[in-house]
């Protein structure tokens, strides 16, 4: 099993910043994708940006320019800071992680956090 546990989030006034975190943990073989997703109420869950094994990044046409995805592969860990921040980014972003997991085989899975809110005041 692989848990995910993020951090940051918060109440910030438009134009701000903000960082979220996520650390994995588990039986991890191997992060093969990590990432952010968020939800605003009544809206479906979408993707604002995510990053590979290898480094490369890919944002929403939304925050480019405004949010930096970044992953520490010896820790586990991906972040996403969010700079310029509008009304329109408020959700509930969620951690996500493509993982290949070890256990009595190995196994390969999609992992998601337990959110965390993202207030952007105007």
């Known amino acids: 099993q692989v848990q995910l546990v993020e951090s940051g989030g918060g109440l910030v006034q438009a134009g701000g910043s903000l960082r979220l975190s996520c650390a994995a943990s588990?039986?991890?073989?191997?992060?093969?994708?990590m990432g952010w997703y968020r939800q605003a109420p009544g809206v479906q869950r979408e993707l604002v940006a995510q990053?590979?094994?290898?480094?490369?990044?890919n944002y929403a046409d939304s925050v480019k320019g405004r949010f930096t995805v970044s992953r520490d592969n010896d820790k586990n860990t991906v972040s996403l800071q969010m700079n310029s921040l509008k009304p329109e980014d408020t959700a509930v972003y969620y951690c996500?992680?493509?993982?290949?997991?070890?256990?009595?085989?190995?196994?390969?899975?999609?992992?998601w956090g337990q959110g965390t809110q993202v207030t952007v005041s105007s």
């Open positions: 996500n992680a493509d993982v290949t997991s070890f256990g009595v085989m190995y196994s390969r899975q999609t992992y």
């Open positions: 588990g039986s991890i073989f191997r992060i093969n994708s």
């Open positions: 990053i590979g094994s290898a480094g490369i990044p």
